[in-house]
Each structure stands twice: as structure tokens, then as C-alpha cells.
């Protein structure tokens, strides 16, 4: 029997969840300690991929409103570097894709400040962030500063949760509907704050107990997934395994 999206949403644990994957930076580069940077032809490379295998990358607002998710694939960008609008929505268009952007609503035209040892690369400006929108693209929250949520406390918490989004809405006309949890820090309380300030969907990174609509662990995708690699990685998330990254 085929499972619709809310169905697989609240499945118990070793049933299949939305087919998410995880995307930070897509430009060329010479060095990436942090793993975050998509070579551009990789990239196209990993979209040619996935049109053969007849999956369609989508927003996380479509793969969430869709009553049969088979055949999308949700796709994400953590951060909201300058590249989304440079390499990664013309490569989308090509291929008629579309993906969510999230955006860290307080440092917007600033930098990756929060990764000391890696290369400085610039984050969305508002314009750009207008531009994503009229080009198709989702904006979703990645807080107000790229903060560990779980340290803390309430009232930070809600200035990083609810406050983003109320910027990002001002800014973009959407509704902003998804929150990203940077770092994939995520407790009960953060989980229960994103949902409370109103979000449809939280991503997180990897599969835990709070796993469910405002915990959707996701695929990671870095530039040495060729086809063998992502087709590993598909049949992974079909078999119900999650895959644990040591990552950011």
C-alpha cells in the first residue's frame, strides 16, 4: 500500500520519510574543511542524476504539500551563499527544478564568520533573496545568526525562531514556512519552539527520537557523490538506514 506524505511524515521509525537532500555551497574551490562546497559541474552532474532516475528536485514546500511524494526529491541549501543565485538557481532552471534557499535573516550581504578555518564566502543579500523568490526558489529560516539553539535561552530562542521569520517574511512576500536548525542542534525544546512560533516543517540533519514534520533528517551531498555514491545514498534512505555525518 502506498503511503501518502502525512502518512510517512508520521511513520514510526524504519518507515520511509520525505527524500531530502542537503546542500550547502555550490561554486569552485580550492580548499573546504568543513565539507560544504559543490564543485558547479559536480552539481550538474548530480542533477543529470537524478532527472535519469526520474526524481523531480523540488522545494520543501511542494514536497511538503504534495499528497504522493514519489518521484520528488526535496531539495536544500543551508546558509544562503551568494553562490545559490550564481551557480545553483540557473542550474535549477535548467532542469526545471526548483529548491528552498535557508537564509540567516540577521547577517544577510555578511559572511560564514561561524566557520573559523574555512575561506570567507559571502551570504544573500536582500536583493538576492528577492531575486531567488521571483526566480521560484523557497526561503526558509536558518535563524537570525547561525546560533547553537540549545544553548540558549528562551527569549534568544525566540528572537533566532520567530524573529527570523518575521524578517524573512518582510522580506520575501512568502510565508516562510520551514525552519533549518543550524548545526542540526536540536533539542525537544528547540523543536517544540519552531513548531509553537508557527513553522509547517523543520529540517534537521539526522534521524533521532524527535524525528517527525519538524525534524526531517536529510541526505548530505558533497562533491565526491558521484552516480555510485548517490545511488547508494538513495537506496540507503529507501531501506530506512540513516546515514550518521560527522558533521557541522
Known sequence: ???????????????????VLMYHSVAEYAQDPYRVTVDPARFERQLRWLERRGLRGVSM?????????????????DDGYQDFMHHVVPA???????????????????SNVWDPDGPRKPLM?????????????????HGMLHRRLSELDDDELVEEVAGSREVLRALSG???GGFCYPYGDLSRRVRDAVRDCGYDYGCAIWSSPLTGRHALPRTYVGDSDGHLRLLAKRVRHEMGVTELLSFR
Not at 535549477?92 to 550581504?109: M, P
Open 1 to 19: 500500500m502506498a503511503w501518502t506524505l502525512q502518512e510517512q511524515i508520521a511513520a514510526p521509525s524504519g518507515r520511509a520519510l520525505p527524500y
Open 61 to 77: 514546500g511542494e514536497l511538503m504539500a504534495a499528497g504522493d511524494p514519489r518521484g520528488l526529491v526535496g531539495l536544500t541549501f
Open 92 to 110: 535549477l532552471r535548467r532542469h526545471g527544478f526548483t529548491a528552498t534557499v535557508f537564509v540567516i535573516a540577521g547577517r544577510l550581504g555578511g
Open 125 to 141: 543579500t536582500s536583493e538576492q533573496v528577492e531575486q531567488a523568490v521571483l526566480a521560484g526558489m523557497e526561503i526558509g529560516s
Open 174 to 176: 512568502q510565508d516562510v
